[in-house]
């Protein structure tokens, strides 16, 4: 049996109440194509080159980086409009962070096992919301979804492009296909924490969730550095995460495609 459809339908009659975010996203989309947005960064980190510059403005143009620029200069568009700030003076900037091993449907837990017998199509569909809000709250604007239960990843992503559920940007393979006991877990997490732990050194470690990332995914032309073109996906930390790589487990602010998820 065909369980798409089912999985589908449950997801979008669960969530009937809030399609009309959809509509909002769309508003936002269209009215945010002209419009500014000035990220006015304490720092900026570098990832590429494993540096940390001093205060940079990011002018984001819809869901664009259209330029950086050096300090934080008097606000002012080029069209004359004024355009919107935030103030991350305090904070650290870099890109948004790039997971390519997650499964946004399932959530290690000492039940784990027993929940795969036991969850509905729908009890996944809508759990799966529930982590990729918190996901993107962590700062992962991208993740890559190696396998779920009932395609539920593919209804998901489709529902976080038509702006009914917030999350990040999924790039998924639907059901996982392995041996029997083969690698099919349902572990989360990128942990650069571990990495350095284990002798990485920060800057590559970073490297790993952004630059690295983009490569492996094809998106070297939209991801993995701030620079003008790029999506605007842009998180912000309290310090220098080159200093203490704890400071990503902690993010303060996210912007994903020009939208800001979370604030201060």
């Known amino acids: 049996m065909n369980r798409f459809p089912v999985i589908l339908t449950i997801f979008l009659l669960t969530l009937a109440p809030v399609r009309g975010q959809a509509q909002d996203a769309a508003d936002f989309a269209a009215e945010n194509e002209q419009q500014e947005t000035w990220l006015r960064c304490g720092a900026v980190l570098d990832v590429e080159r494993g540096r940390l510059g001093g205060p940079t403005t990011i002018v984001v143009r819809g869901d664009r980086i259209e330029r950086l620029v050096d300090g934080h200069p008097e606000a002012g568009s080029g069209d004359g409009t004024a355009p919107t700030i935030e103030d991350l003076s305090a904070l650290t900037c870099l890109p948004g962070l790039m997971d390519m091993h997650t499964h946004l449907t399932s959530e290690s837990s000492p039940t784990r096992y027993v929940e795969r017998f036991t969850e509905s199509e729908a009890d996944v569909a809508l759990k799966s919301t529930v982590y990729a809000k918190r996901t993107l709250a962590a700062g992962f604007t991208t993740v890559r979804d190696l396998g779920d239960s009932y395609n ?75 620079a003008s073109g790029k999506w605007a996906d842009v998180i912000a930390v309290s310090e220098n995460p080159l200093a203490d790589v704890d400071e990503l487990t902690d993010v303060d602010f996210v912007m994903k495609a020009g939208r800001v998820y979370k604030r201060p």
């Open 152 to 226: 539920a990843s593919i209804a998901l992503r489709d529902a976080i492009n038509d702006g009914i559920v917030d999350g990040p940007r999924i790039f998924t393979s639907g059901k996982s296909l392995a041996t029997t006991g083969g690698h099919a877990d349902p572990t989360n997490g990128w942990r650069a924490d571990l990495m350095v732990e284990a002798g990485m050194e920060p800057a590559e470690a970073i490297r790993t969730a952004t630059v690295r990332a983009a490569e492996l995914l094809g998106v070297t032309d939209d991801a993995g550095t701030l």
